[in-house]
T-cell receptor, first 112, second 113 residues
């Protein structure tokens, strides 16, 4: 069974630039999450999708972050414009709905 | 709001020791609790999942316990090996959204040969 795929693995951008991350969940997983993990901290939930609907985006900084999940499969997370404090690893995870989640390798973003 | 705390933040032990990692949470109305392992620069790997009706789960040298009433979980690692070196994270899901997960900051474990 293929795991959760994320790209790119690494990204370096200047502040005020835009960036987008892509996630392909495990086939058949209706729930998809985006987490932000700042160095030395646990992952923080940014947004949770159930199929292509948003379940929870209460911690998503909506003035600069946006996410979509078209057709209930792949998802993209965008930051526009980026700030220095957005430097983090962005993790995508998916779940069948049983509560057990599977994570991708993450995208490490550095904003300079 | 659910707060998840993990103690200690870092732990260093010699190979072969048995060890315990702790996780505490403030809201006992949970659906489940998961323990994850994270290697440097990698994503998270699920180790054990404990449903709210369960008291413990075991997988190989790992044993996780759950005490909802006190808001605590422990991860016991028997006969530690250098390959166990990683960061261990716990996450709880609330009853009202069993697909939500709130994480602790993790315990960074180093097992010395």
């Amino acid at each position: 069974e293929a795991g959760v795929a994320q790209s790119p693995r690494y990204k370096i951008i200047e502040k005020r630039q835009s960036v987008a991350f892509w996630c392909n969940p495990i086939s058949g997983h209706a729930t998809l999450y985006w987490y932000q993990q700042i160095l030395g901290q646990g992952p923080k939930l940014l947004i949770q999708f159930q199929n292509n609907g948003v379940v929870d985006d209460s911690q998503l900084p909506k003035d600069r972050f946006s996410a979509e999940r078209l057709k209930g499969v792949d998802s993209t997370l965008k930051i526009q414009p980026a700030k220095l404090e957005d430097s983090a690893v962005y993790l995508c995870a998916s779940s069948l709905g049983t509560g057990e989640a599977f994570f991708g390798q993450g995208t490490r973003l550095t904003v300079v | 709001k659910q707060e998840v705390t993990q103690i200690p933040a870092a732990l260093s032990v010699p190979e072969g020791e048995n060890l315990v990692l702790n996780c505490s949470f403030t809201d006992s109305a949970i659906y489940n609790l998961q323990w994850f392992r994270q290697d440097p620069g990698k994503g998270l790997t699920s180790l054990l999942l404990i449903q709210s009706s369960q008291r413990e789960q075991t997988s190989g040298r790992l044993n996780a316990s759950l005490d909802k009433s006190s808001g605590r979980s422990t991860l016991y690692i028997a006969a530690s090996q250098p390959g166990d070196s990683a960061t261990y994270l716990c996450a709880v899901s609330p009853i009202y959204n069993n697909n939500d997960m709130r994480f602790g900051a993790g315990t960074r474990l180093t097992v010395k040969p």
